[in-house]
């Protein structure tokens, strides 16, 4: 008579156990579905106004990627590594694997242009195609051997709001000598007119198209370098291209197992010196 009522007052248990896991669960996901919101409300600021950061990097550059991730973790910017190709990939293309997601490339014909330029034009192009493919609105573009302003998330904040809304291309770093033409929107921002080094630059979604199309053209015979191409197309302003000076990144060398050097500018805030990894006697 009574297993019976044992029986369903322990099933009612059960149900109310079930229940309030079902009601704790719900509660959850509308509170992480409110992180997510507010997350997405500031990513531009935590990503530096970028809708994403590709850091390139070949597969045997280990302490690179841990020294960028050191840096890039240390001031909170989300990015995320890139599979460059190599020298090897372009002397060797019969045993170089696509990985997912690559557009499949036509191996280099090229006899101006070094294995090694070849493998970093062939890298850049992946970039811009994944940055198309993705259509991501802007995208910054690191090298693995950088040092960045300890204050970059601040200065970036107010320059990107400031950038005109045509804009093709923007260098954070440079190594450049050329007379710099001050605008009017920004008293950091420059017009490009022969911007050298492609260890830090943004493209916006137009200027990642445009870029596209004309490497596109090139390959796989290109005659100049990637980063000789960029610099004729923001000569004749086929590009609308623009530049942060004083430089918010700059190229560094690794000099020991723990130390890093400028190689052509040396930042006044340096996140490798808050760090401790940048070596004040090599600096210049």
């Avoid at 493998?119 to 690191?142: G, K, P, Q, W």
């Amino acid at each position: 008579m009574f297993r019976p009522l044992l029986r369903v007052l322990r099933r009612a248990r059960i149900l109310v156990f079930l229940s309030l896991i079902a009601a704790l669960v719900i509660l959850a996901s509308y509170m992480f579905a409110g992180f997510i919101d507010e997350a997405a409300k500031s990513a531009k600021f935590i990503e530096l106004g970028f809708d994403h950061i590709f850091v390139p990097s070949a597969r045997p550059h280990i302490d690179r990627r841990q020294l960028m991730s050191r840096i890039l973790r240390y001031q909170g910017i989300p990015f995320g590594f890139f599979p460059a190709t190599t020298a090897y990939d372009i002397d060797h293309p019969e045993a170089y694997s696509f990985w997912l997601g690559e557009e499949h490339w036509t191996p280099p014909k090229s006899f101006l242009l070094s294995a090694t330029a070849l493998a970093s034009f062939r890298t850049h192009m992946n970039v811009i195609n994944d940055i198309v493919r993705l259509e991501h609105a802007s995208t910054l573009v690191l090298g693995d051997q950088i040092d960045i302003a300890a204050d970059i998330k601040q200065q970036m904040r107010t320059v990107v709001e400031s950038l005109p809304a045509t804009w093709d291309i923007l260098y954070l770093g440079h190594c450049s000598n050329e007379t710099l033409r001050p605008t009017t929107f920004h008293s950091q921002i420059y017009v490009a007119a022969d911007p050298k080094c492609v260890f830090a630059y943004a493209l916006s979604r137009a200027g990642a198209r445009r870029l596209k199309r004309v490497l596109d053209n090139m390959w796989p015979a290109p005659q100049k370098t990637f980063e000789d191409v960029l610099s004729d197309m923001v000569m004749p302003l086929f590009l609308e291209a623009y530049v942060v000076d004083p430089p918010l990144v700059a190229h560094v060398e690794k000099i020991s197992d723990s130390l890093y050097s400028p190689t052509y500018y040396t930042l006044g805030n340096s996140t490798l010196d808050k760090l401790g990894l940048l070596s004040r006697k090599h600096m210049r």
